[in-house]
């Protein structure tokens, strides 16, 4: 048995126009003999069953059988289609629902001068049928459009960025026109509403049994009409310039993070709101500190006595000094932790100062340290090994 195959995409672009008579006439849960409900393999097994029956092969000469086998054909390659079928579903609904009296040449016609606006079928079809004539939802102009989100660097030191800190920053950019303030009109004159297209930014076009709407080339698509012009801006509302503005940057920000500044971005088109800025931290190192996420890390030097006998040390912070207590006996590599005096986090709370003690080995001694430090070890470390574990 011979079969019957088109290329997808054609379809798909040639089914954006033939489906206004086919889908609005036919049913082709109908023709298939099944319910609205059936899933992918109830439709394929009756495709298969009525496709035997009506193939031209099975039945030589037989029109009527040619036709059917054709519809069945049709309806197969629309309800196999997720896509397809639920576009199809789409355009039944409006049928059912008298949103359709059919098309031109289709068993119901439209009776004289009945239009469809084409543009109220784009959301149904997806789109498609709006972009084959250029006025879809992504090519249409609004009056009024949305600033550009913009960006900026800021360096700050290590401990502003601990601490937080409100700064100024210059930006080089589109601002809103210093003389007209954004209107795009001389001062002392003001902006009116299109008399062509009503503020609207489209204007209809009648095209046979259809309505489209194109951008109105009075305003230019924007709904509005700038008698006089800004001198400044030459109508455009904005204009290049350095602007200062205060930043605040919260505290803990880290090193790369991005803090957003609602409506400081660049300005919005004939109305629109402005953009957003969006302000980068570059963090400064410290010469004492690292930061592990909220906390902080020191490396902080004893003597090997100091370690040996136990002391109590002052250690450095972003607030001042605090002392710690080092037990007797503390290894070279142990950590301490002084809670509170980390970096703050939004909630609110503050991270910890991790202290590492690195216990320093003098490299010079004099002679009577060396027979101190000997007579030390024949005294106290008779019989230690330290290196016991290590089996040797």
Not at 252 to 270: D, E, H, I, S
């Amino acid at each position: 048995m011979g079969t019957r195959c088109t290329d997808e995409s054609s379809v798909r672009h040639s089914s954006q126009w033939i489906m206004n008579r086919d889908w609005v006439d036919k049913d082709f849960y109908d023709v298939l003999g099944i319910d609205k409900t059936a899933d992918v393999k109830e439709i394929k097994r009756a495709y298969r069953k009525l496709a035997r029956q009506y193939h031209p092969d099975a039945n030589p000469g037989n029109k009527e059988a040619e036709e059917k086998f054709k519809d069945v054909s049709e309806a197969y390659a629309t309800l196999s289609s997720e896509e397809q079928r639920k576009e199809y579903d789409d355009v039944r609904r409006m049928v059912d629902s008298g949103g359709f009296r059919g098309f031109p040449g289709g068993s119901g016609g439209f009776g004289g001068d009945q239009n469809i606006r084409v543009e109220d079928l784009t959301n149904l079809f997806g789109g498609g049928l709006g972009d084959l004539f250029g006025f879809g939802g992504g090519g249409r102009q609004s009056g009024s459009q949305r600033g550009a989100d913009t960006s900026a660097d800021l360096h700050l030191s290590f401990e502003d960025a601990v601490r937080g800190i409100t700064t100024t920053i210059s930006l080089k950019g589109e601002a809103p026109c210093s003389t007209c303030r954004g209107s795009g009109a001389e001062p002392g004159t003001s902006v009116t509403i299109c008399p062509t297209c009503g503020g609207s930014g489209m204007v209809a076009q009648s095209q046979g049994f259809f309505s489209m709407t194109r951008p109105c080339s009075t305003c230019g698509g924007t709904g509005r009409v700038i008698t006089t012009p800004c001198h400044t801006c030459r109508g455009s509302g904005t204009e290049v310039r350095t602007r200062s503005m205060k930043v605040k940057i919260p505290a803990g920000v880290k090193n790369g993070a991005v803090v957003r500044l609602k409506g400081k971005g660049a300005p919005g088109r004939n109305g629109g709101p402005p953009g957003d800025l969006l302000v980068k931290a570059h963090v400064g190192r410290h010469e004492l500190f690292r930061r592990s996420g909220d906390n902080l890390t020191i490396k902080v030097p004893i003597t090997f006595t100091e370690a040996a006998l136990g002391t109590e040390i002052q250690v450095p912070t972003l607030d001042g000094p605090v002392r710690l207590k080092i037990p007797s006996g503390t290894r070279s590599g142990r950590t301490f932790r002084v809670r509170g005096r980390g970096v703050p986090n939004a909630k609110g709370r503050a991270g910890d100062l991790m202290v590492t003690a690195e216990v320093v080995v003098p490299t010079k001694l004099s002679k009577d340290a060396k027979k101190l430090l000997q007579q030390f070890a024949d005294e106290y470390e008779a019989g230690l090994n330290p290196r016991e574990n290590l089996g040797v």
